[in-house]
């Protein structure tokens, strides 16, 4: 079963079909501006890090997923790292490939394991600023018993830069 057979039944997604080469997958991506792109790793003409490297430069460019049947973790690195969104190990049934495009398609995260991520992440950006405002409000019950005290007005100024600070870093 062909990869374009196995994603035309899911109704979240327009499948356009196959393309032969190269140039037309990258005509196709300027001309019909797709929100996801299945490709392989080798096309006629280039291969999958030149598609995505010509996708990446369209305006609004489209999520990639990048598809091999035996994929080598040399091969899923660089696609990754070029800017694949996924990349897929295909199996004879196609169903992983459906999962993920599907799951594209409708814009949430791809497994438990990234929403998990995203919630760590979340959770630490917000110990940050808590972090922060705590030292921000400190110092400025200080300045409110002593008002004229430059060095808490100091102090409660640097706490205001601190996290500009250190995302400059």
């Known amino acids: 079963k062909s990869i374009v057979d196995a994603l035309v039944p899911m109704p979240e997604i327009a499948v356009q079909g196959a393309v032969a080469d190269l140039q037309s997958a990258v005509k196709a991506i300027l001309d019909e501006c797709p929100e996801i ?58 169903a992983e490939l459906r999962d993920v495009v599907g799951t594209l398609a409708r814009g949430t995260p791809q497994s438990l394991d990234e929403l998990a991520m995203l919630g760590r992440i979340t959770a630490g950006v917000i110990h940050d600023l808590n972090n922060y405002l705590t030292a921000l409000t400190g110092d400025l019950s200080l300045l409110v018993r002593n008002p004229n005290d430059h060095e808490v007005v100091s102090q409660a100024i640097e706490s205001t830069d601190a996290p500009a600070r250190k995302s400059n870093r």
């Open 37 to 94: 792109v299945v490709t392989g790793v080798e096309l006629h003409g280039g291969s999958g890090l030149d598609l995505i490297e010509s996708a990446r430069q369209v305006p609004q460019p489209p999520k990639i997923v990048v598809v091999a049947p035996t994929p080598t973790r040399d091969e899923w690195c660089r696609h990754l790292a070029a800017g694949a969104d996924r990349f897929v190990a295909l199996d004879g049934e196609l």
